[in-house]
């Protein structure tokens, strides 16, 4: 009698949140890959789905719950047999999730992802898995699939440090082993730097569940580097907590600087974009290899929060209005035309309406290509949660609305003074005649779109441009943050 072979079981990633917990889902997705999972786009042709969630504010914890109780419908509709929870939401409450979302079959902690494949199948066999209790990480180690204990892949019949290659489309050995399989296309990709933060911002709980700051060793990150770029990659996003803390912990504060020039040497890889800048790190030798170094995009994504002091001393950070202002002008001294995005909170604990005001102040001369606008919300766990001298909710939205709206105004204006300028665009959607990408400084998915429009005068024709070119274009009008371009009458560049 013949015996059919059993079919893999097949696992579907939901991933919420920022970039760094895309590579994370990429890491486990090349380990259960790697074990003989089956890894399906659709949630419902899945056997267990994992939903990598994400708690940096209460918005992102409502949208990782909605999307764990999507999933376990698909157990009554659809294929799936068990729905996990996993990424930062899952680790900092751990069993306190568990119990409160019975709809979720387990909730996975970073300890969890070293055996993610053979741990999830035990939960798809219906075994009952304990949910790990909730800790303070700040006094460890972060435990992820990049840190160098955990991310060591021992395969079966091999010694640890006498791996066999890696399946084609996983990454390769790069001291740590570290794989990884890409969940999507399209030419841009993050690459993570580091895990963890030392910082201690009075409204951030990250550091007490993502652990110590600890960088990755350069050697690794060229590897990885390099295996994007075999994938089509032509862009790299160096994300992490805090770029600017890159290598301290290595003896090299500066490490970053030398880094930078032999990622963009990388055959393949046409753009380099660092994010997550902490404004207080920002030395002038990163201002100027971001800004000079050649296939480095000149882009600023700076952390500055707020701007008037008083609030960022309560916050735990530093600086303010000026000191920012003179930072923008150092990085546009060496780049006129650089990009440069922010993130603000209003409504932080004793918050005047003076401080508003001086915010309003910063952004105004600022001029920032993006903003980002956050309401303050209560954080277990961090200093801002036990101060007395909240901002009432409805003055927090009232705040929200206001500083939105001028955020609004500003970036379009902004977009508009960017008209006549001639931009690099990176093309990333080709759909009939509509050909989008990003300028150099538009980062993914957070900072507007350039769209290329033919120009009669043009030997290049948009019929010729191919998803992952770099297109020479004049801007020559804006829609919000967004521009359209039309291309030059110069050969195209092919990278």
């Known amino acids: 009698m013949t015996v059919e072979p059993t079919a893999p079981l097949r696992v579907a990633l939901v991933t919420l949140g920022c970039a760094r917990n895309d590579v994370d889902s990429e890491e486990l997705a090349g380990r259960l890959e790697a074990d003989g999972w089956e890894l399906v786009d659709d949630a419902a042709d899945a056997d267990a789905v994992l939903v990598n969630t994400c708690t940096f504010v209460e918005a992102a914890k409502k949208d990782s719950v909605d999307a764990l109780l999507e999933a376990a419908d698909l157990k009554s509709t659809g294929r799936a047999q068990a729905v996990v929870a996993i990424g930062c939401m899952a680790e900092r409450y751990g069993e306190q999730l568990a119990e409160s979302l019975p709809e979720a079959d387990a909730v996975f902690g970073f300890d969890d992802y070293v055996d993610i494949a053979g741990r999830l199948r035990r939960v798809v066999a219906g075994e009952q898995h304990v949910s790990h209790a909730p800790r303070d990480r700040r006094a460890l180690l972060p435990i992820s699939p990049v840190d160098r204990a955990a991310s060591a892949v021992v395969i079966p019949g091999h010694a640890q440090g006498d791996e066999p290659d890696l399946p084609e489309g996983l990454a390769p050995a790069s001291g740590p082993r570290v794989v990884r399989r890409r969940l999507g296309g399209g030419p841009s990709a993050p690459l993570k730097l580091a895990s963890g933060c030392d910082r201690r911002c009075a409204f951030c709980a990250i550091p007490a569940f993502r652990g110590s700051f600890i960088s990755r060793r350069p050697t690794e990150v060229l590897d990885e580097a390099r295996w994007l770029a075999t994938q089509g990659v032509r862009e790299l996003v160096l994300v992490s907590e805090n770029s600017t803390s890159y290598g301290k912990d290595l003896g090299d504060l500066r490490l970053l600087e030398t880094l930078l020039p032999e990622i963009a040497a990388i055959d393949g890889i046409s753009w380099v974009r660092v994010s997550y800048l902490q404004p207080a790190e920002t030395r002038p030798s990163l201002l100027a290899a971001i800004a000079e170094t050649p296939g480095v995009v000149p882009y600023f994504d700076l952390s500055f929060q707020h701007s008037s002091p008083s609030v960022l001393r309560r916050m735990r950070r530093f600086g303010g209005t000026d000191s920012f202002l003179e930072l923008l002008a150092s990085a546009r001294t060496l ?6 995005r922010s993130n603000v909170i209003v409504g932080f604990p004793g918050e005047t309406e003076d401080d508003v005001d001086e915010l309003e102040r910063f952004l105004t001369a600022a001029r920032l290509d993006a903003i980002g606008v956050f309401g303050y ?33 500003l970036t379009a204006q902004r977009a508009e003074e960017r008209i006549g300028e001639t931009v690099k665009v990176l093309v990333e959607s080709i759909e009939g005649d509509v050909v989008e990408g990003r300028s150099a400084h538009q980062a993914p998915e957070v900072d507007g ?8 005068l043009a030997n290049l024709r948009l019929a010729d441009v191919k998803i992952g070119d770099i297109i020479t274009a004049s801007v020559e009008r804006a829609d919000g943050v967004d521009l359209i371009a039309s291309v030059i009458d110069r050969r195209l560049t092919r990278v």
Not at 335 to 340: K, L, R
Not at 379 to 384: I, K, Q, R
Not at 449 to 456: A, H, Y
């Open 335 to 340: 780049s006129p035309h650089a990009g440069a």
């Open 377 to 409: 919300s209560d954080e277990d766990g961090t200093e801002a949660f036990n101060h007395d001298d909240k901002i009432a909710a409805d003055v927090i939205a009232a705040r929200v609305e206001r500083i939105t709206s001028l955020a609004e105004e």
């Open 449 to 456: 779109i350039t769209t290329l429009i033919d120009d009669p």
